[in-house]
């Protein structure tokens, strides 16, 4: 069965900082990866997402992730954080087995930003 | 453009209780889905509605049942409600066309307490 790892719980960096938000999933061909944003009280907003072409794929609010099959990983960075980046995001991946569109998600990472 | 609404916002409910949630689709879209997010865990997927008619179902027991009507709108319905349906349940919609895999946009959630 598929399923989405987010091995990080809790991330702390400071404003300006560097970011990398960590997702490996299983799946035997080419997923459709998604990541999303959920701040308190929010539904999900989409970030970006990879279907297939170009493995670096550019997203919204300065986002951007890299799918890489070798590590069945599909990680999410941003250079320079902002304070009002501080979310929880959730890693995704397209459930082939079911109807066209559910998604299986990861537990999340949630993303304290310090001033 | 209107987003994906969901009401209500806040609900709470004693066990062995039935409830009813609502979600109306983004203009444009024929497709919804549900899933229910316990604290802490990603969204999981309760099942997706096309054409009104349940099209794709992930691991819920019969007493989570829905509907969609000719607007696309749609509602989540759990019967003998117990405890551990205490979530947020969020609503996204799509726009469902063959073999092409579209964004769901998600509405807010209704928050959902078992007592």
């Known amino acids: 069965a598929q399923s989405v790892t987010q091995p990080d719980i809790h991330i702390t960096v400071s404003e300006g900082a560097s970011l990398e938000l960590r997702c490996n999933y299983s799946?035997?061909?080419?997923?459709?990866l998604f990541w999303y944003v959920q701040s308190p009280g929010q539904g999900l907003q989409l970030l970006l997402k990879?279907?297939?072409?170009?493995?670096l794929v550019q997203g919204i609010k300065g986002f951007e992730a890299e799918f890489k099959r070798s590590q069945s990983s599909f990680n999410l960075r941003k250079p320079s954080v902002h304070w009002s980046d501080a979310a929880e995001y959730f890693c995704?991946?397209?459930?082939?087995?079911?109807?066209?569109?559910?998604?299986?998600f990861g537990k999340g990472t949630k993303l304290s930003v310090k001033p | 453009e209107t987003g994906v609404t969901q009401s209500p916002t806040h609900l709470i409910k004693t066990r062995g209780q039935q409830v009813t949630l609502r979600c109306s689709s983004q203009?444009?879209?024929?497709?919804v889905s549900w899933y229910q997010q316990a604290l802490g865990q990603g969204p999981q997927f309760i099942f997706q509605?096309?054409?009104?008619?349940?099209?794709g179902r992930g691991n819920f027991p019969p007493r989570f049942s829905g509907l969609q009507f000719p607007n696309y709108s749609s509602e989540l319905n759990v019967n003998a409600l117990e405890l551990d349906d205490s979530a947020l349940y969020l609503c996204?919609?799509?726009?469902?066309?063959?073999?092409?895999?579209?964004?769901?946009?998600f509405g807010p959630g209704t928050r959902l307490t078992v007592l």
């Open positions: 203009s444009g879209h024929n497709t």
């Open positions: 990879y279907f297939s072409g170009d493995t």
């Open positions: 509605y096309y054409r009104e008619e349940e099209n």
């Open positions: 799946y035997g061909a080419t997923p459709y």
């Open positions: 996204a919609s799509s726009l469902h066309l063959t073999g092409v895999t579209n964004e769901q946009f």
């Open positions: 995704a991946v397209e459930d082939y087995g079911g109807s066209q569109g559910n998604l299986i």
